[in-house]
């Protein structure tokens, strides 16, 4: 009877916690969500987080809304989320640049292998090679050949120091042989402002960044990454076809979580988010921006950062940057 009776309050216990962990989960969010994203508006980061929060409002009937805190290649912000209450009220909208950041800076504000956990992925996308509408440079091949034969009179802007924008353009830098000076921003979008204005000659940015401005007419393509042309950008060749084989970036995004935040909740955003990315009218989108959809495991998107943050360690080191 002893025995009966004490694994029934066993049972009793685990149900009372098994009802503890599940509860977090069905009530949330029960407040606003904000989704921080480190840089100026604009960019690819804050349009995939812009069209997440959408549907997830309308998925949810919960209020899910995008904060912009810029500065200091995404460390501002993305410090600002590391060090908020694991409540399932904040979260980063990371990039491939937060991958870059241990090998960018000798020390960061927050502990870059725990005090954040990934919970899912938004996009993949190639990046665009593209300058001015008003650019001499009509090919990729040109553009080339007069940056070797000129060094330092092109410039490239970026997102920041240390960006995916700016290491993109350092690995086209050493991949093509090429000297070109570096013109940082606050963001890829104050950075396409900057091509536009004829501030810079060229920039590196994600796809659904250039193609907007190059529908417009406002920017010219050269080059694509890929295998394959891009839907999008019909008639844009791959830096393969421009000559460069071994060029082969391509940018991600995702969300993650301050550390502590209950597993129900990081699961749950995580499927809720496969399905908004999941819909129709937002993978039209997605696709007419030269972008795939996310979804990953939290799981396996914490793998994939792993192995993403050695990968630009290494071209971080390849190509001469150092550490701040």
Same mark, same amino acid.
């Given at each position: 009877?002893?025995?009966?009776? %004490?694994?029934?309050?066993?049972?009793?216990? *685990?149900?009372?916690?098994?009802?503890?962990?599940?509860?977090?989960?069905?009530?949330?969010?029960?407040?606003?969500?904000?989704?921080?994203?480190? /840089?100026?508006?604009?960019?690819?980061?804050? !349009?995939?987080?812009?069209?997440?929060?959408?549907?997830? #409002?309308?998925?949810?009937?919960?209020?899910?809304?995008?904060?912009?805190?810029?500065?200091?290649?995404?460390?501002?912000?993305? %410090?600002?989320?590391? &060090?908020?209450?694991?409540d399932g009220a904040t979260f980063l909208v990371n990039d491939t640049t937060y991958a870059m950041l241990p090998s960018l800076f000798a020390k960061l504000?927050?502990?870059?292998?725990?005090?954040?956990?990934?919970?899912?992925?938004?996009?993949?996308?190639?990046?665009?090679?593209?300058?001015?509408?008003?650019?001499?440079?009509?090919?990729?091949?040109?553009?080339?050949? /007069?940056?070797?034969?000129?060094?330092?009179?092109? #410039?490239?802007?970026?997102?920041? #120091?240390?960006?995916?924008? $700016?290491?993109?353009?350092?690995?086209?830098?050493?991949?093509?042989?090429?000297?070109?000076? $570096?013109?940082?921003?606050?963001?890829?979008?104050?950075?396409?402002?900057?091509?536009?204005?004829?501030?810079?000659? *060229?920039?590196?940015?994600?796809?659904?960044?250039?193609?907007? +401005?190059?529908?417009?007419?406002?920017?010219?393509?050269?080059?694509?990454?890929?295998?394959?042309? =891009?839907?999008?950008?019909?008639?844009?060749?791959? !830096?393969?076809?421009?000559?460069?084989?071994?060029?082969?970036?391509? #940018?991600?995004?995702?969300?993650?979580?301050?550390?502590?935040?209950?597993?129900?909740?990081?699961?749950?955003?995580?499927?809720?988010?496969?399905?908004?990315?999941?819909?129709?009218?937002?993978?039209?989108? =997605?696709?007419?921006?030269?972008? +795939?959809?996310?979804?990953? &495991? %939290?799981?396996?998107?914490?793998? !994939?950062?792993? %192995?993403?943050?050695?990968?630009w360690g290494d071209i971080s080191k390849a190509s001469g940057v150092q550490p701040n």
């Amino acid at each position: 009877m002893k025995t009966l009776t %004490s694994l029934t309050r066993l049972a009793s216990t *685990l149900c009372i916690a098994s009802a503890a962990l599940s509860g977090h989960a069905q009530t949330w969010p029960d407040k606003p969500v904000r989704l921080v994203v480190p /840089y100026a508006p604009g960019g690819t980061t804050d !349009f995939s987080a812009r069209l997440v929060a959408d549907r997830l #409002n309308h998925l949810t009937g919960k209020s899910f809304f995008v904060e912009n805190k810029a500065g200091a290649s995404g460390t501002i912000g993305t %410090s600002v989320v590391a &060090k908020s209450a694991p409540d399932g009220a904040t979260f980063l909208v990371n990039d491939t640049t937060y991958a870059m950041l241990p090998s960018l800076f000798a020390k960061l504000p927050w502990d870059h292998a725990n005090d954040l956990v990934p919970v899912t992925t938004l996009a993949v996308t190639p990046v665009v090679l593209v300058v001015a509408a008003n650019s001499p440079f009509k090919t990729a091949q040109e553009l080339f050949e /007069y940056a070797r034969k000129n060094p330092g009179k092109l #410039n490239f802007g970026s997102g920041g #120091n240390g960006s995916s924008t $700016h290491l993109s353009a350092e690995v086209l830098k050493k991949e093509g042989k090429l000297f070109v000076t $570096h013109i940082p921003y606050k963001g890829a979008g104050d950075a396409m402002v900057g091509l536009l204005s004829n501030q810079v000659d *060229l920039l590196i940015t994600a796809a659904p960044t250039a193609v907007p +401005q190059v529908k417009g007419g406002k920017v010219r393509a050269l080059a694509v990454t890929g295998d394959k042309a =891009l839907p999008s950008l019909p008639g844009v060749p791959t !830096f393969k076809d421009a000559g460069l084989p071994g060029y082969k970036v391509t #940018n991600w995004f995702g969300l993650a979580a301050p550390k502590g935040t209950p597993k129900d909740i990081i699961d749950k955003m995580q499927t809720t988010v496969a399905k908004a990315l999941a819909e129709p009218a937002v993978l039209e989108r =997605l696709n007419a921006m030269g972008a +795939q959809p996310g979804g990953m &495991k %939290s799981t396996d998107f914490a793998n !994939f950062i792993h %192995s993403e943050t050695k990968l630009w360690g290494d071209i971080s080191k390849a190509s001469g940057v150092q550490p701040n």
